[in-house]
Structure formats: structure tokens, C-alpha cells
């Protein structure tokens, strides 16, 4: 019985044989579970869409797990897809693993149950819809969309489909950030005031990188990796992982690190369905998110965005001032203390009377490797993810409405109930982009 056994597969057959299922010596062993091997019906079998570096790492989580079987990845170019199955097919001590150029391929077998989304952020919004259309539990790195629009539509479209789908942002399963909303949700801040998210320069580029020669299709399906975003020549440094910066290919330095800050804060102040309801600064010079985000270009001294939700509580999105805590590093400030965490795992509280709170924390804010597990139980029981799709989606608008009030360079006012600003015509066009032909869902 093959490895890729899957659990609708299982199902299917013992349909079909009826009672010649009930003999035992046919089957091997792991069927039934012995040896501690998992049984067919409760092996969830995974497919990869568009899995690179921080892709690999992500499936190298999911592979530790003997409760998985990756069996396909299709990607757009060839290497990526030839790595991928040379990773799995080591890890398996098989040459199993089916490789292919178009996500459908991935997408039309009745015998994945799941998909791993790790394209660039262009694609994630439409990728995950498609799979959810297609019957598939998804697991989709961050940024989860590059609209306030695309943000609701992923939101709706796996409400629509009732699939599963967990966002990439797995410091909501990593413990020094879990210990912080703690301290938020239980009081122990006294009544909280303020949230801070740690973002990088916000601002985007519009200019193109110099035409090159396409290669050919098979080695990297050009058309297709630009997707939904509008046409530009060919160059092979996007395609390198250098696409970020580039304002029809990435939401920049708010959406980066906001996706996962923004939604630590989000979920720290109890926000998880809604947004803020204003957007402004004290100025309005913003530096441009750069590849590498150690570089700013033109930037001021400290990038610094607010928010303020409905019920008062003040969303501060800055790029300076933190502690050395770590990277995407996040701050909550109640009347009677605040703490502050980021990805070294380390915690600072005040006043001292928080420090018998805090415990001893053993992963970095990098590692998925517990939010992987988190989706994976999911899948099994259908409840909520803990970066499901609603709440990931409003993470996302918080994060593009500021990137909007930032460029545009004036205070804003939104609405989360309609996701729209108040007599901002301009901003509202921003809310939205078309999609590129024939891209549709």
C-alpha cells in the first residue's frame, strides 16, 4: 500500500470492497496502526505550491510530523521544484515525490488533502482561494494579500468553501508572544491603552528593473509567476527573491513585519475582527522599504504610523525605539505596567511584580514548527486555526490602510464594517487593484 495512501483515498476504498476489506492478512501492519505507524485514515496527504527558502523551512516542519505525507510540489521554476523533491524524496528514502510546473496539477488530485502556499505574496491571496475552491485545507506564509479588497475575499472564500487555512504568522504559537497576550488579555496590565507593532520603512517603488532575455518556459514560466500583477519585462533578479520593494509585487515595510506584529497586536487587544478606525502621523516623511531590510532608502530617522481603534486603545507602528529583543518585536502598555517581546525569546515587564508571570521560553519567533502542528490538528477536527483566515485578513487591512495613509501623507479615517475610508475618495481607490487577465476566481 503506497505511502501516499491519503485519508479521502482510504475511505473511498473501504467503500468500494465492502466486507473483502475484512481480511486482516491482506493488508500490511501499518495499516492498522502497529508499530506506531499512522493509519491511512488519519494521514493527511500535502501538496506544495511555489515552495522556496522560507518555504523549505516551513515543509521541513510539516515532514517532522508522521502524520503527513507530502506527495507533489509544482512550481514555476525548475530548480525550486527539482530542490523540493530532492528534500522530500531524502526524507522518505524514496523517489515519490511528483514534481510540475502548474498549480493545478497540485490542485486536481482528489488525493491531497492539504496544500503548502509559499509563492510570492502576489499569489497568495488567489492561490489560496483556488485551493480552497478546489477542496483543499491550506497552510499560506504571510503576507496573506496585497489589498484591503484581496484581504476580504480571502476571508470570504474560505468561510465560502469551509476549508481550513492557517496564516503563515506562527508567533501566535511561538511562547514569549503567547505569554505577552496573556499578560494583555488577563488584566494583569491593568486596562490596556496602547499596542506597538515593530514594522520596517513602509513606502514601496514604482520603477522597473532593466529588460532581460525570458528563458525558456520550462526553466521559469515567467507569465505565470507575474500572475495577477500587471505585465513588466522579465528580469531574472525578481525571480531571485529580490521582488520585494516593488510595488506591484509586495505591500512593503508595514505589510512585512506588520502581518506578523500587526496581528500580535491585533491579537493582543482583542481586535481580531475588526481594524482601526484612524490612521495618522506626527510626520510625513516614510522611507522606502528596501530588499534588504537592514537598508532604508530615504528614510527618516524612525518610521512611526498610528492607529486607534474604536473602543480607544492607540496602535503604534514603528521601526525604532525597541529594546533588542529580537526581530518583529511588539510592546503592550496597560494603566499599571507594559511588557515587551520580540524574536530572541526574551520578555521585559514592568513593574518587577511581572517577572513571577513570565516562564522560561525555548523557541525562536521563526520556527513554525508548534503552528504547523496547530493547522495539522485543525484539519483533523475542523475547528479554527489560530491565524485563521478572518483574522488574518484583518490584520492585513490595518496593515494596508496605513501603508495607504502613508502614501498618500494625510490622516485618514476608516471604516471597518465596510472596509472603506470616510470621504477619501483617493484613498478608496487604493483599497482595490484589477487583476491581470485571465486571473479570476
Same mark, same amino acid.
Given at each position: 500500500?503506497?505511502?501516499?495512501? +491519503?485519508?479521502?483515498?482510504?475511505?473511498?476504498? $473501504?467503500? @468500494?470492497? !465492502?466486507? /473483502?476489506?475484512?481480511?486482516?492478512?491482506?493488508?500490511? *501492519?501499518?495499516?492498522?496502526?502497529?508499530?506506531?505507524?499512522?493509519?491511512?485514515?488519519?494521514?493527511?496527504?500535502?501538496?506544495?505550491?511555489?515552495?522556496?527558502?522560507?518555504?523549505?523551512?516551513?515543509?521541513?516542519?510539516?515532514?517532522?510530523?508522521?502524520?503527513?505525507?507530502?506527495?507533489?510540489?509544482?512550481?514555476?521554476?525548475?530548480?525550486?521544484?527539482?530542490?523540493?523533491?530532492?528534500?522530500?524524496?531524502?526524507?522518505?528514502?524514496?523517489?515519490?515525490?511528483?514534481?510540475?510546473?502548474?498549480?493545478?496539477?497540485?490542485?486536481?488530485?482528489?488525493?491531497?488533502?492539504?496544500?503548502?502556499?509559499?509563492?510570492?505574496?502576489?499569489?497568495?491571496?488567489?492561490?489560496?482561494?483556488?485551493?480552497?475552491?478546489?477542496?483543499?485545507?491550506?497552510?499560506?506564509?504571510?503576507?496573506? +494579500?496585497?489589498?484591503?479588497?484581496?484581504?476580504? $475575499?480571502? @476571508?470570504? !472564500?474560505? /468561510?465560502?468553501?469551509?476549508?481550513?487555512?492557517?496564516? *503563515?504568522?506562527?508567533?501566535?504559537?511561538?511562547?514569549?508572544?503567547?505569554?505577552?497576550?496573556?499578560?494583555?488579555?488577563?488584566?494583569?496590565?491593568?486596562?490596556?491603552?496602547?499596542?506597538?507593532?515593530?514594522?520596517?520603512?513602509?513606502?514601496?517603488?514604482?520603477?522597473?528593473?532593466?529588460?532581460?532575455?525570458?528563458?525558456?518556459?520550462?526553466?521559469?514560466?515567467?507569465?505565470?509567476?507575474?500572475?495577477?500583477?500587471?505585465?513588466?519585462?522579465?528580469?531574472?533578479?525578481?525571480?531571485?527573491?529580490?521582488?520585494?520593494?516593488?510595488?506591484?509585487?509586495?505591500?512593503?515595510?508595514?505589510?512585512?513585519?506588520?502581518?506578523?506584529?500587526?496581528?500580535?497586536?491585533?491579537?493582543?487587544?482583542?481586535?481580531?475582527?475588526?481594524?482601526?478606525?484612524?490612521?495618522?502621523?506626527?510626520?510625513?516623511?516614510?522611507?522606502?522599504?528596501?530588499?534588504?531590510?537592514?537598508?532604508?532608502? /530615504?528614510?527618516?530617522?524612525?518610521?512611526?504610523?498610528? *492607529?486607534?481603534?474604536?473602543?480607544?486603545?492607540?496602535?503604534?507602528?514603528?521601526?525604532?525605539?525597541?529594546?533588542?529583543?529580537?526581530?518583529?518585536?511588539?510592546?503592550?502598555?496597560?494603566?499599571?505596567?507594559?511588557?515587551?517581546?520580540?524574536?530572541?525569546?526574551?520578555?521585559?515587564?514592568?513593574?518587577?511584580?511581572?517577572?513571577?508571570?513570565?516562564?522560561?521560553?525555548?523557541?525562536?519567533?521563526?520556527?513554525?514548527?508548534?503552528?504547523?502542528?496547530?493547522?495539522?490538528?485543525?484539519?483533523?477536527?475542523?475547528?479554527?486555526?489560530?491565524?485563521?483566515?478572518?483574522?488574518?485578513?484583518?490584520?492585513?487591512?490595518?496593515?494596508?490602510?496605513?501603508?495607504?495613509?502613508?502614501?498618500?501623507?494625510?490622516?485618514?479615517?476608516?471604516?471597518?464594517?465596510?472596509?472603506?475610508?470616510?470621504?477619501?475618495?483617493?484613498?478608496?481607490?487604493?483599497?482595490?487593484?484589477?487583476?491581470?487577465?485571465?486571473?479570476?476566481?
Amino acid at each position: 500500500m503506497s505511502q501516499a495512501f +491519503s485519508r479521502r483515498s482510504f475511505i473511498k476504498s $473501504m467503500a @468500494a470492497a !465492502g466486507a /473483502a476489506v475484512a481480511v486482516p492478512q491482506l493488508l500490511p *501492519g501499518r495499516v492498522f496502526g502497529k508499530d506506531g505507524a499512522v493509519v491511512p485514515s488519519e494521514r493527511i496527504t500535502l501538496g506544495g505550491i511555489g515552495v522556496g527558502n522560507r518555504g523549505s523551512y516551513v515543509l521541513s516542519r510539516f515532514l517532522l510530523n508522521s502524520d503527513v505525507q507530502m506527495v507533489a510540489d509544482a512550481d514555476l521554476q525548475r530548480s525550486r521544484r527539482e530542490r523540493v523533491k530532492a528534500m522530500v524524496d531524502k526524507h522518505y528514502g524514496n523517489t515519490d515525490c511528483v514534481i510540475y510546473r502548474e498549480m493545478y496539477d497540485v490542485l486536481d488530485r482528489d488525493d491531497i488533502d492539504a496544500v503548502l502556499i509559499t509563492t510570492g505574496d502576489r499569489w497568495h491571496t488567489l492561490a489560496s482561494i483556488l485551493a480552497a475552491k478546489a477542496g483543499k485545507d491550506i497552510y499560506c506564509e504571510k503576507p496573506c +494579500s496585497m489589498t484591503i479588497e484581496e484581504s476580504r $475575499m480571502l @476571508a470570504d !472564500g474560505i /468561510a465560502r468553501y469551509g476549508r481550513v487555512y492557517q496564516a *503563515g504568522t506562527q508567533r501566535r504559537s511561538i511562547e514569549n508572544f503567547q505569554i505577552a497576550a496573556h499578560l494583555a488579555h488577563s488584566g494583569k496590565l491593568g486596562e490596556l491603552k496602547e499596542v506597538h507593532a515593530n514594522i520596517l520603512a513602509p513606502l514601496t517603488r514604482n520603477s522597473w528593473l532593466p529588460a532581460e532575455p525570458e528563458p525558456p518556459t520550462e526553466v521559469c514560466d515567467w507569465n505565470r509567476w507575474l500572475g495577477p500583477c500587471p505585465w513588466r519585462p522579465y528580469n531574472s533578479a525578481y525571480v531571485n527573491s529580490k521582488w520585494r520593494g516593488f510595488t506591484d509585487f509586495h505591500g512593503g515595510g508595514v505589510l512585512e513585519w506588520g502581518s506578523h506584529t500587526i496581528d500580535l497586536c491585533q491579537y493582543a487587544a482583542g481586535a481580531d475582527d475588526t481594524a482601526p478606525v484612524e490612521f495618522w502621523a506626527d510626520n510625513y516623511k516614510f522611507g522606502i522599504y528596501h530588499s534588504d531590510w537592514r537598508t532604508t532608502m /530615504a528614510a527618516p530617522k524612525t518610521n512611526v504610523i498610528y *492607529g486607534r481603534y474604536a473602543n480607544g486603545i492607540k496602535l503604534v507602528m514603528r521601526d525604532g525605539g525597541w529594546q533588542g529583543l529580537g526581530t518583529c518585536s511588539v510592546k503592550y502598555v496597560g494603566t499599571e505596567g507594559w511588557v515587551e517581546t520580540g524574536d530572541s525569546g526574551a520578555i521585559r515587564v514592568a513593574p518587577d511584580s511581572l517577572r513571577s508571570e513570565l516562564s522560561v521560553v525555548t523557541m525562536a519567533g521563526t520556527d513554525p514548527i508548534t503552528h504547523v502542528r496547530n493547522f495539522l490538528d485543525c484539519v483533523k477536527s475542523r475547528k479554527l486555526t489560530r491565524a485563521n483566515a478572518l483574522a488574518a485578513a484583518q490584520t492585513h487591512v490595518a496593515a494596508h490602510a496605513a501603508y495607504i495613509m502613508a502614501t498618500l501623507g494625510r490622516p485618514l479615517k476608516f471604516d471597518p464594517n465596510t472596509d472603506s475610508f470616510k470621504n477619501d475618495a483617493e484613498a478608496d481607490k487604493m483599497c482595490s487593484r484589477a487583476w491581470r487577465e485571465p486571473w479570476h476566481v
